[in-house]
C-alpha cells in the first residue's frame, strides 16, 4: 500500500525545545519534500531531498533543517522551536523527475507555547 | 511575490452549478502543472495533472493548461456539496523538482 507516514500526528511544545517531525515511505521514493501550511498561505516548502544526504533548501528553509539517512526516512527538525513556527508540517515523496506529483501524508499539527 | 497565484480566493457555487477555478504562473521555469483538492483537516490529494497545451476532461472534472501564458484552469460541473473543499494548484520548476503551490481557492458547494 503506497503511503506516507508522519509522526507525531499532533504535538505542543513549548518555546525553546526542540522539536523532531518524522516522515516515513515504503514506495522507495527518491525524492520527498517538507512543507508547512498556514492559512491563506498554501503550502510553503521548507526543504527538499533528491535521495540519502541529498538535500536543498526550499522557500523557508531559516529555522528549520532536516536529516535523511535512508531513502525511505525524512526528518524535520526544530532547534529551539518558536511560536512562529506553530503550523501544519506536511511530508511528501514522489519518484522523481519533474513530472511526478508528490504523494502527502496526513501532516503533523505543532503547537509552539 | 508568490509563484503560483490563484483566483479567486474563495468560491460560492450552488449545487449542480459550474466552479471555475484558475491560476498563473509568475516564474517562466515551470515545466508541470497538477491541481490539489484538500478537505478540511486532510492532506493534499492530486486530483488532476496537465502538462501540454489544450484541455484535459475526467469525468465532472476539467483542466486546461495555456503555456504560453503559465495559465491552467479548473473547471468542475454538476457541482456536489463533497467537492466543497480547499483547491491547490501546483507547479514544478525546471532544474530541481521543486513543486510550488499556490495558495489556494476554497471551494463552497451550496445545497
Known amino acids: 500500500d503506497m503511503k506516507v507516514t508522519q509522526m507525531p500526528r499532533y504535538l505542543i511544545k513549548r518555546m525553546g525545545e526542540n522539536v523532531l517531525l518524522e516522515c516515513g515511505q515504503d514506495m522507495s521514493h527518491e525524492t520527498m519534500y517538507w512543507y508547512r501550511q498556514d492559512p491563506g498561505l498554501g503550502l510553503q516548502l521548507i526543504y527538499i531531498s533528491y535521495d540519502v544526504d541529498s538535500n536543498s533548501e526550499g522557500d523557508i528553509p531559516k529555522g528549520y533543517r532536516v536529516s535523511r539517512k535512508k531513502r525511505e526516512h525524512f526528518s524535520l527538525i526544530l532547534d529551539s522551536a518558536k511560536t512562529n513556527q506553530t503550523s501544519v508540517y506536511f511530508c511528501a515523496s514522489s519518484l522523481g523527475g519533474n513530472n511526478q506529483a508528490p504523494l502527502f501524508g496526513e501532516g503533523t499539527r505543532l503547537s509552539v507555547l | 511575490q508568490q509563484k503560483v497565484q490563484q483566483s479567486p480566493e474563495s468560491l460560492i457555487v450552488p449545487e449542480g452549478g459550474m466552479a471555475s477555478l484558475n491560476c498563473t504562473s509568475s516564474?517562466?521555469?515551470?515545466?508541470y502543472f497538477w491541481w490539489y483538492r484538500q478537505h478540511s483537516g486532510k492532506s493534499p490529494k492530486m486530483l488532476m495533472?496537465?502538462?501540454?497545451?489544450g484541455e484535459k476532461e475526467e469525468g465532472r472534472f476539467t483542466v486546461h493548461l495555456n503555456k504560453a501564458s503559465l495559465h491552467t484552469s479548473l473547471h468542475i460541473r454538476d457541482s456536489q456539496p463533497s467537492d466543497s473543499a480547499l483547491y491547490l494548484c501546483a507547479a514544478s520548476m525546471a532544474g530541481g523538482y521543486k513543486v510550488v503551490f499556490g495558495s489556494g481557492t476554497r471551494l463552497l458547494v451550496s445545497p
Open positions: 516564474d517562466r521555469n515551470v515545466d
Open positions: 495533472s496537465i502538462f501540454s497545451n
